[in-house]
């Protein structure tokens, strides 16, 4: 049996739609992920407002895994690489806590406000087990 739990404490921040629509594909993946490699059995969606930023967690309680083991495999990592690249479209800093038979949890961090000004936000931070800067306990 699998469960998943949605949590959104974003305090009905407005977000422009291609913010929107790269939270949610990366969230789709990080679960299919979960299911297809970590053999998870809890998964956990967390949506925070955070001031200007919105930060995106989700955490499974799988089997875990080494990033270095596929950073340069495209066979084993085109799907990590795809939730980077969308998080860098939309300038939100994107990091990847996983830990043999520990669980993963992948989180994206976005200026809100400078997204909807169409302005660019922070630089861009694609790091391979380092926390996102927003990053909740």
Same mark, same amino acid.
């Given at each position: 049996?699998?469960?998943?739990?949605?949590?959104?404490?974003?305090?009905?921040?407005? %977000?422009?739609?291609?913010?929107?629509? &790269?939270?949610? #594909?990366? &969230?789709?993946? /990080?679960?299919? =992920?979960?299911?297809?490699?970590?053999?998870?059995?809890?998964?956990?969606?967390?949506?925070?407002?955070?001031?200007?930023?919105?930060?995106? +967690?989700?955490?499974?309680?799988?089997?875990?895994?080494?990033? =270095?083991?596929? &950073?340069?495999?495209?066979?084993?990592?085109?799907?990590?690489?795809?939730? *980077? +690249? #969308?998080?860098?479209?939309? =300038?939100?800093?994107?990091?990847?806590? &996983?830990?043999?038979?520990?669980?993963?949890?992948?989180?994206?961090? %976005?200026?809100?406000?400078?997204?909807? *000004?169409? #302005?660019?936000? /922070?630089?861009?931070?694609? +790091?391979?087990?380092?926390?996102?800067? +927003?990053?909740?306990?």
């Amino acid at each position: 049996d699998l469960c998943i739990a949605f949590t959104d404490e974003s305090a009905g921040a407005e %977000v422009p739609g291609e913010v929107g629509l &790269a939270l949610f #594909r990366i &969230a789709q993946e /990080s679960m299919q =992920n979960a299911l297809k490699h970590a053999r998870a059995t809890g998964i956990e969606v967390r949506l925070l407002g955070r001031g200007r930023r919105l930060v995106l +967690e989700v955490t499974d309680d799988g089997i875990g895994f080494d990033p =270095n083991s596929i &950073a340069g495999d495209h066979a084993g990592g085109l799907g990590l690489a795809s939730m *980077q +690249e #969308r998080a860098r479209l939309v =300038n939100a800093d994107f990091s990847i806590r &996983a830990h043999d038979l520990r669980g993963t949890t992948v989180s994206v961090s %976005v200026d809100v406000e400078s997204a909807r *000004q169409g #302005r660019a936000g /922070s630089a861009e931070r694609a +790091e391979w087990g380092a926390p996102a800067p +927003e990053s909740v306990p």
